[in-house]
C-alpha cells in the first residue's frame, strides 16, 4: 500500500505489509502531517520576517518581533502536540496489531496454533 500526502509529497509505503492500518487512521496521520507542514511553512515565514526585522534595526519592527517569537514558540508547542498524538495513536495502532498477530487460531484440522509472529526491525 503506498499514499502521497498532499503538500508534501512524501511516500510512506509498507503499512499495508507489515501492519494492518484502517483508512480511517491512514487518514488521520495524513490529515495531521500536513497540518504540521502547514505550521512549520509558517513558521519559516515567521523567522524569515523576524531576521528582517533584527536587520532592520528599527525601534517598531524590533518590538513586532516579540509577538512573532510568541507565535512562533506557539506554533512549536502546536508541533510538538501534533507529534506526541501521532505516535500515542501509531503506538496504539501497532499495540493492537500485535495483539491480533498473537491470538490463537484453529488450523484446519482443528488444533490450535499458537504461533506468534515476529517482526524485525
Known sequence: MESRMEGGGE???????????????LQNFQKSFV?????????????????????????DRLGRNVDL??????????????????????????DASSEGESTGTLKSDGKANNQKRYRSG
Open 11 to 25: 511516500v510512506f509505503s509498507g503499512f499495508g505489509e507489515r501492519y494492518q492500518m484502517d483508512g480511517k487512521l
Open 69 to 94: 517569537i510568541r507565535e512562533l514558540n506557539n506554533n512549536i508547542r502546536t508541533v510538538a502536540s501534533l507529534y506526541g498524538d501521532l505516535s500515542h495513536s501509531f503506538a496504539r495502532s501497532i
Open 35 to 59: 497540518q504540521v507542514q502547514d505550521i512549520l511553512d509558517q513558521n519559516r515565514l515567521l523567522i524569515n520576517e523576524i531576521n528582517q526585522n533584527h536587520v532592520s534595526k528599527q525601534a
